[in-house]
């Protein structure tokens, strides 16, 4: 274990509120039965999550990393382009029987161990990479990239948990939003870097020499990050940031039952709705990322590297998206209503993408394409967000482990239906498939708006104030 950080002087927490918006009446309790808990924040928290914001970016880069080319890779290992699309979509269908167990590791172990196993799991896929530059050895690339993905499962249930256990209740939704913020930032530079990295070139060595070198690049990078995290990456503060973690530190590991938890999720009807949702508007995402290359180079031929550009415009206009609503949702709360508004938005932006991609003019995909990751990707920690609002005081790591468990599984349907469309019609069939799936979830997220804020806000509201009212003991949970 790492060295234990220093409270940054004259940071004392003195916030008498749980880190939940409905918890803020029930908090003031405190003051008539006994001294609030100690909170205090730590300098090292933005270290902590800028770390993690790194290693998942180093991660996510690899995920697309030849979806994005994936003409070449198709040429260089002889391989259908079905083929090539299962080299992302392995991440989505890794995820699916994995995240359970490695969620009750994350309860049980901490965020440490996670942390430890998921850089040192993308390291070693990484070097698998290193030794696969032949077209001849197509199984060990697809081995490294399994490898890489089983790190993915380890990542994304983090941001939430990382943000509850090291960030005050004022900043929970922007530390989520830079944990979310840095798997973006790697899906960007996996659109932009590869197609400049291994040009469409015909001599097959010269071919392999430059994805050695990309892959060498990403081995690298990896290494480093993987050593960082052994150093720095440190379990939770000494002191807890806010009174809800107080409360939860509590809770003995020995009394949770990770079963019971899934159990109490899926009786959650807020819940279950938002699961449902956010699964068909990031699985949307997960389809038009993987497919992004074969739309481009159909309409615009040789243009693979203004296709990887067109991705980074998507996904840095999505992180601007993630951390103006990460920021919004910490100072209004309005989660109801934010979440309705992307939600419409991004059902505008698909629409719009879909009739400009044809026109004939990149410029224009460019700025329909960003529009649609503006609200498509800043959706992300949106989600997260009203996942732990509204199932609080379960696990974050379960609660978001369900969410993108819903967004794998659908990112594999999309994905496959959306290119089979493609291939058997054209991309703007294949676009409006994706655009029918997001006006029902528009139309679910509108309709439920009220039952999801009564439901799970107050059944919130009840739990927090029975947990300080000392009423709901641990073996509860």
């Known amino acids: 274990m790492c060295d234990e950080s220093k409270p940054v002087d004259g940071e004392v927490n003195d916030n008498k509120y749980f880190s939940k918006t409905a918890a803020t009446d029930a908090e003031v309790t405190f003051e008539h039965r006994s001294a609030p808990p100690e909170t205090r924040l730590y300098k090292k928290r933005w270290v902590i999550v800028f770390l993690f914001s790194l290693y998942s970016l180093c991660n996510s880069y690899q995920w697309i990393q030849y979806g994005i080319i994936n003409n070449i890779f198709m040429r260089?290992?002889?391989?259908?382009?079905?083929?090539?699309?299962?080299?992302?979509?392995?991440?989505?269908?890794?995820?699916?029987?994995?995240?359970?167990?490695?969620?009750?590791?994350?309860d049980k172990k901490?965020?440490?161990?996670?942390?430890?196993?998921?850089?040192?799991?993308?390291?070693?896929?990484?070097?698998?990479?290193?030794?696969?530059?032949?077209?001849?050895?197509?199984?060990?690339?697809?081995?490294?990239?399994?490898?890489?993905?089983?790190?993915?499962?380890?990542?994304?249930?983090?941001?939430?948990?990382?943000?509850s256990v090291w960030f005050g209740s004022e900043e929970v939704s922007t530390a989520c939003s830079i944990g979310v913020f840095g798997n973006q930032l790697g899906i960007a530079i996996g659109f932009?870097?590869?197609?400049?990295?291994?040009?469409?070139?015909?001599?097959?060595?010269?071919?392999?020499?430059?994805?050695?070198?990309?892959?060498?690049?990403?081995?690298?990078?990896?290494?480093?990050?993987?050593?960082?995290?052994?150093?720095?990456f440190q379990e939770r503060p000494d002191i807890p940031p806010t009174h809800a973690q107080a409360a939860a530190r509590r809770i003995s590991p020995e009394n949770y039952s990770y079963t019971a938890s899934i159990h109490r999720l899926l009786r959650?009807?807020?819940?279950?709705?938002?699961?449902?949702?956010?699964?068909?508007?990031?699985?949307?995402?997960?389809?038009?990322?993987?497919?992004?290359?074969?739309?481009?180079?159909?309409?615009?031929?040789?243009?693979?590297?203004?296709?990887?550009?067109?991705?980074?415009?998507?996904?840095?206009?999505?992180?601007?998206?993630?951390?103006?609503?990460?920021?919004?949702?910490?100072r209004s709360k309005t989660y109801k209503q934010t979440t309705l508004a992307v939600y419409l938005m991004s059902l505008v932006g698909m629409v719009l993408?879909?009739?400009?991609?044809?026109?004939?003019?990149?410029?224009?995909?460019?700025?329909?394409?960003?529009?649609?990751?503006?609200?498509?990707?800043?959706?992300?920690?949106?989600?997260?967000?009203?996942?732990?609002?509204?199932t609080f005081p379960e696990s974050e790591g379960t609660s978001s482990g369900l969410l993108?468990?819903?967004?794998?599984?659908?990112?594999?349907?999309?994905?496959?239906?959306?290119?089979?469309?493609?291939?058997?019609f054209n991309t703007l069939a294949g676009n409006l498939f994706l655009c029918a799936f997001l006006l029902i979830g528009t139309i679910i997220t509108g309709a439920d708006c009220s039952i999801l804020i009564y439901l799970g806000i107050c059944s919130s509201l009840i739990v927090k104030s029975n947990i300080v009212l000392g009423q709901l003991q641990p073996e509860t949970f």
């Open 268 to 330: 959650n009807k807020a819940f279950i709705l938002l699961v449902i949702t956010y699964g068909l508007n990031v699985g949307c995402f997960y389809a038009v990322s993987t497919l992004l290359n074969r739309m481009i180079i159909e309409h615009y031929p040789g243009e693979e590297v203004n296709a990887g550009r067109i991705g980074l415009t998507i996904v840095i206009a999505g992180m601007v998206g993630s951390l103006i609503c990460g920021i919004w949702l910490d």
């Open 404 to 424: 993108n468990c819903s967004a794998q599984v659908f990112g594999i349907i999309f994905t496959i239906c959306q290119g089979k469309i493609m291939d058997s």
């Open 76 to 106: 260089f290992y002889g391989v259908d382009s079905f083929t090539i699309d299962w080299m992302s979509m392995i991440y989505m269908l890794t995820y699916i029987p994995l995240i359970f167990p490695v969620a009750l590791l994350l």
């Open 192 to 232: 932009l870097v590869p197609p400049i990295l291994v040009p469409n070139v015909d001599d097959l060595d010269e071919l392999a020499a430059h994805i050695r070198v990309m892959f060498y690049i990403t081995a690298g990078v990896a290494t480093f990050l993987f050593v960082l995290v052994v150093i720095v």
């Open 110 to 163: 901490g965020l440490r161990v996670i942390a430890l196993v998921a850089a040192a799991l993308n390291c070693t896929g990484t070097w698998i990479k290193v030794a696969s530059a032949r077209p001849d050895l197509f199984p060990v690339t697809f081995l490294g990239q399994f490898t890489c993905s089983v790190a993915q499962v380890f990542i994304l249930g983090m941001p939430s948990r990382i943000a």
């Open 353 to 390: 993408y879909a009739f400009t991609l044809d026109l004939g003019h990149l410029w224009v995909v460019f700025i329909t394409a960003g529009t649609l990751g503006f609200f498509m990707t800043g959706y992300l920690p949106l989600g997260f967000e009203f996942a732990v609002e509204l």
